[in-house]
């Protein structure tokens, strides 16, 4: 069984549409919809957007199904300049940006009881995410830091301080709370995300504009990384 978890409907209706076999439970306010996709059992779910519906979606989706991964697609701003509309980043680790107890003397990010300010992505999803993401055709594929936080970045100077504080390439609501509860529970976790917008001052109406294609990109992605042999 594999995990796969976007926060909005548009980040997972194509894979929902291609799985079959499919059995649907409610659990609180989450669904999830587990079946067969590609010929692996998987359970997808929509997270709803920021950081504690991301987190408590994951432990559940883990609790309940217990996915040998799990892994968090969908669409993010780009922080780095060199992304591109449509681009894909993989998560090397993920960041809480908005997680700050520096008074405390504690560096920026740092989580406590966990004490992490990285959350590590599992190495060989990484690896099977970005030969897959490789193969799509005019797409641009990074690997880097992906920063989590709850707030839709959209002014240049967050993002600058975002990208420079934590080295992040890409900023977002949910990866680094998936990664949170995977972590927690000894799960591999991997996050995909392919970029809607710059996190600047367009980033309203290109959001809104590229949600769609920039979704469908990181879709086609799991469909390659699980129709591949294993
Ligand atoms: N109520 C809206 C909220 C969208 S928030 C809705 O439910 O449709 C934006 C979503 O896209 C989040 O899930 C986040 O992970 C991602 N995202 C895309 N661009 C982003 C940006 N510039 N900053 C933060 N998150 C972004």
């Known amino acids: 069984m594999i995990g796969i978890i976007g926060a909005m409907p548009v980040e997972i209706e194509t894979l ?17 919809v587990s079946g067969k996709l590609f010929g692996r059992e998987a359970v997808l779910a929509v997270c709803g957007c920021g950081k504690v519906n991301a987190a408590l979606c994951a432990q559940q989706m883990i609790l309940r199904y217990r996915p040998e991964w799990v892994l968090n697609i969908g669409v993010a701003g780009g922080a780095d300049p060199r992304l591109r509309i449509g681009d894909m980043v993989i998560a090397s680790a993920a960041v809480q940006h908005d997680m700050d107890t520096t008074p405390m003397g504690d560096p920026i990010g740092y989580v406590s009881k966990i004490g992490l300010v990285e959350f590590p992505c599992d190495g060989a999803l990484r690896t099977r995410l970005r030969r897959a993401a490789e193969a799509l055709p005019e797409v641009a594929v990074y690997e880097g830091v992906i920063a989590t936080g709850d707030q839709f970045v959209n002014r240049p100077e967050v993002t600058a301080r975002i990208r420079e504080t934590f080295g992040a390439m890409a900023v977002e609501m949910e990866g680094a709370a998936v990664a949170h509860a995977c972590y927690t529970h000894g799960v591999p976790c991997g996050i995909l995300r392919s970029i809607s917008d710059g ?15 920039a979704s469908r990109h990181a879709q086609n992605v799991v469909e390659r990384v699980l129709s591949a042999a294993q």
């Not at 929902?16 to 999830?32: A, C, Y």
């Not at 996190?199 to 294609?213: Q, R, V, W, Y």
């Open 16 to 32: 929902v549409s291609q799985m079959t076999e499919k059995h649907e439970e409610r659990l609180g306010t989450d669904t999830f």
């Open 199 to 213: 996190a600047n001052d367009d980033s309203g109406m290109d959001f809104a504009a590229f949600t769609a294609l």
